[in-house]
């Protein structure tokens, strides 16, 4: 392969990867920011080309037409701005905005998306870089701007190929980084070109590690169709369920945001720890329950409340291991780490008899399994050995009705993320007012049900789920509330 110099540095002009998720193959990443005032669109299309001049992968393609993909370097800047004499709060197609007894109360608040003349779509906030035929991933990397009288959407797209949800907020991060003149780490091209990640992999484990057949965790190896044939099928069914769905033959998808205030959470995680340390009580192993814990046990238990009582739940979740990856402390290189995982719940009927305790505690100890270098390293080899191939995630009987899909973007802080110094005199705060990122399957397919959770500059989370109208049926007890257009 020839390559470029960048700053004495040799970069591949194109490349592979030893290891990858395939369920990321074809999927785009989107990381839309909504920031307090007008951002100088100069300014950060200057930082865009200093960005990429830095990492050239930030400037290249994904080559579809090798298998495994292949990436290429370059010095392409997409980017692209636009101005529109309109106030964010009045198009937007999201209400965000919360008052301070809910921001501040006990209860969740649901916020559905809003439509009608004057609303923008999220299709439009990422202009240019969203299709309803997406099957080609193009760039790996763009930025959308849009600029409102008081408020910039900044958009931020990457191939998932390239990265995972931590390498995306990596290189945001670093682009808000030079904004503020910080100088950036050396960048290097990805380890996993010449070597497998699994035999990266370092530490010991620190707890037993059942076999998956024994029940402690399920990796896709045990439920999943490998092939072209299943990925054309799913692709199929896909079609047919969104054609359906507008001629009233099928449900729906229904995107909407539930916001949990910080009281809640905190309320919640409290109550289950409690249960959780008078149901271990005694000499043993002690465990904490972590937010996301609490929250995905009460969403799961919401979602399928009036479900039938035989269906079989696998919760499936991103998880991330560059931490058993040893890398040098400054230098910087953009890959994906991460697996899908399935946590077995059992039947709708075996939940509707367990606390959310209960079901907290089942998620954790999944997790803690999950994080054992000897499981990571065994899905890795997994992962190699089907390199460059489509993969379907099965669930048991074939019903993805049972397979919600988890995904914790809370653990990235985008919300502390400060863009005033790209702010136009008199201007706004620079601040992050609100995180809308999206995960997109080929050709806009949606996978039902769908979480992903982001956090609140108040301290609380918003979960963002693509459900079916009988999924929602879980929530009706909760306010629905959308501020009418002004």
């Known amino acids: 392969m020839g390559s470029v110099e ?5 970069w591949p ?8 998720e395939p369920l990321a193959q074809d999927c785009i990443t989107f990381v839309c920011l909504s920031i307090s005032g007008r951002l100088d669109p100069s300014l950060l299309e200057q930082k865009h080309r ?21 990436m290429t370097t370059g010095s392409r800047v997409d980017f692209k701005h636009r101005t529109t004499d309109a106030k964010f709060n009045d198009v937007s197609p999201l209400d965000f905005e919360l008052v301070e007894t809910e921001r501040e109360g006990s209860k969740p608040i649901l916020r559905p998306y809003r439509t009608g003349d004057g609303v923008l779509s999220i299709t439009d906030l990422f202009f240019d870089t969203l299709s309803t035929l997406n099957l080609v991933v193009g760039s790996l990397f763009a930025i959308r701007v849009t600029l409102f009288e008081d408020a910039t959407v900044v958009a931020f797209k990457f191939s998932h190929f390239f990265v995972d949800g931590e390498g995306c907020y990596d290189i945001v991060r670093q682009y808000n980084d030079l904004l503020w003149g910080k100088q950036l780490p050396k960048g290097v091209p990805p380890p996993g070109i010449d070597k497998k990640l699994s035999e990266m992999i370092t530490g010991e484990d620190t707890a037993p590690v059942d076999p998956p057949e024994a029940g402690g965790w399920e990796y896709i190896r045990n439920w999943s169709q490998v092939g072209l044939a299943g990925f054309a099928r799913i692709i199929a069914q896909g079609i047919y369920q969104d054609y359906a769905a507008k001629f009233g033959l099928t449900e729906p998808g229904v995107e909407k945001h539930i916001y949990l205030p910080p009281r809640f959470i905190q309320e919640l995680q409290e109550s289950c720890q409690k249960e959780v340390d008078d149901l271990l009580k005694g000499p043993g192993e002690q465990v904490r329950l972590s937010k996301v814990d609490v929250v995905n046990a009460w969403w799961t238990k919401r979602i399928y409340s009036s479900f039938r009582d035989s269906l079989f739940i696998s919760l499936g979740y991103a998880f991330n291991f560059s931490d058993k990856i040893q890398k040098n402390a400054d230098e910087k290189y953009f890959q994906g780490h991460y697996f899908g995982l399935y946590v077995p719940l059992g039947t709708v009927g075996e939940m509707k008899t367990q606390s959310l305790a209960q079901i907290a505690l089942k998620i954790r100890k999944h997790v803690s399994v ?6 990571t390293k065994n899905n890795l080899e997994y992962l190699e050995s089907i390199q460059g191939q489509k993969i379907i995630p099965l669930p048991k009987g074939g019903d993805s009705e049972g397979a919600p899909l988890f995904s914790s973007w809370n653990r990235f802080p985008f919300e502390k993320l400060d863009f005033s110094p790209a702010l136009e005199p008199g201007s706004g705060t ?14 806009n397919i949606f996978w039902k049900p769908k979480l992903l959770f982001f956090n609140d500059p108040d301290g609380g989370i918003w979960c963002q789920s693509m459900q079916l109208p009988s999924h929602w049926k879980g929530f009706e007890d909760i306010n629905e509330y959308e501020r009418p257009i002004a």
């Open 6 to 10: 960048t700053a004495g540095l040799e």
């Open 13 to 20: 002009n194109e490349y592979t990867l030893k290891s990858n």
């Open 50 to 70: 200093e960005l990429v001049k830095n990492w050239p992968v930030l400037g290249g393609d994904l080559v579809t037409s090798k298998s495994p993909y292949y």
């Open 370 to 375: 999950a994080k054992q270098p000897s499981v």
């Open 430 to 443: 620079g601040k992050v007012l609100f995180n809308n990122s999206r995960i997109v399957l080929p050709l």
